[in-house]
C-alpha cells in the first residue's frame, strides 16, 4: 500500500498503536508513572482487625495466640496467617451516674450478653512501596475488608492499624507468642486436671480428709 493512499483516519490508528506499544514498553521496564510503585523493601508487617459484635457464646474465643486463621482479602482467598495477640472486650453501654466532673458511666451491656469487640493482631511478610506496604497484591491499609476464618468460625472485620515491623519487632513478637503459648498450654493442662479431678467418684477416705482439713473429727455418738 502507498503512504499517499493513508487517509486521515489509518494516520490516527497508526499513531493510537505506536502510543499503546510504548507505553506497554514503559510498563514493562518500571520506567515510566503509568507502572506501579516499585519495592523498597520486603518486611514483615503486623496489622490488627476490628471485629465488632460479634456473638460468642462459647466459654473460650475462637482466636488463640500463636494459631494461624485463613485471611480472605475483598472475597479474594489470600492465605493463613498467625495470630499474634488477641484483645476481646464485651460490648459497653454508657448509663448516666450524678457527677459533674464526669455524668456518665462506661459499664458491660448486659442486655448483650455475648457480643464482643475482637482486636486480633496478625504478621505477614509485605512488599514495601511508596503507596504502603502490598501484600497478595493487596494494598494492606486502614479500612480494608477483611474475613478471618478457623476451624469453628468465619467472621469479618476491617483493618485498623499498620505496621511495618524492624527485626528487634519481629524478635519480641515471636518471644510474646512463646511466652502466651507456654501461659496456654499450662492453663489447659490445669483446666483438665481440674476435671478429671471433679469427674472421680468421692470415696470415704477423701471425705474423711476433707472432713478433717476443715474441721475436726466429729466423736462417734454411742
Known amino acids: 500500500m502507498n503512504i499517499k493512499d493513508l487517509k486521515p ?28 510503585s516499585p519495592v ?14 460479634v456473638t460468642i457464646t462459647d466459654s473460650k474465643l475462637p482466636f488463640k495466640i500463636g494459631d494461624e486463621s485463613f485471611i480472605t482479602i475483598r ?3 489470600y492465605t493463613k496467617l498467625q495470630v499474634v495477640d488477641v484483645v476481646a472486650q464485651p460490648r459497653k453501654t454508657i448509663i448516666p451516674i450524678n457527677n459533674p466532673q464526669q455524668p456518665f458511666a462506661v459499664i458491660d451491656d448486659y442486655s448483650q450478653p455475648y457480643q464482643y469487640d475482637l482486636l486480633v493482631t496478625l504478621i505477614d511478610d509485605a512488599k514495601i512501596t511508596k503507596d504502603g506496604a502490598v ?9 480494608l475488608p477483611i474475613v478471618l ?25 515471636n518471644k510474646f507468642v512463646q511466652e502466651q503459648k507456654l501461659i496456654q498450654n499450662v492453663q489447659e493442662a490445669n ?7 471433679d469427674l472421680q467418684p468421692k470415696t470415704e477416705t477423701s471425705e474423711k480428709s476433707i472432713d478433717l ?8 455418738v454411742k
Not at 164 to 172: G, I, P
Open 9 to 36: 483516519l489509518d494516520y490516527i490508528i497508526i499513531v493510537a498503536l505506536i502510543v499503546v506499544v510504548a507505553i506497554g514498553a514503559l510498563v514493562l521496564l518500571g520506567k515510566n508513572k503509568f507502572s506501579k
Open 40 to 53: 523498597e523493601a520486603t518486611k514483615k508487617i503486623a496489622f490488627q482487625v476490628m471485629v465488632r459484635g
Open 75 to 77: 472475597n479474594v482467598p
Open 135 to 143: 501484600a497478595g497484591g493487596n494494598k494492606v491499609k486502614i479500612g
Open 149 to 173: 476464618e478457623g476451624f469453628n468460625y468465619r467472621i469479618g472485620g476491617t483493618i485498623s492499624n499498620v505496621q511495618v515491623l524492624e527485626n528487634k519487632d519481629v524478635d519480641a513478637i
Open 191 to 197: 483446666a483438665v486436671a481440674v476435671k478429671k479431678q
Open 213 to 220: 482439713k476443715n474441721k475436726a473429727p466429729k466423736e462417734e
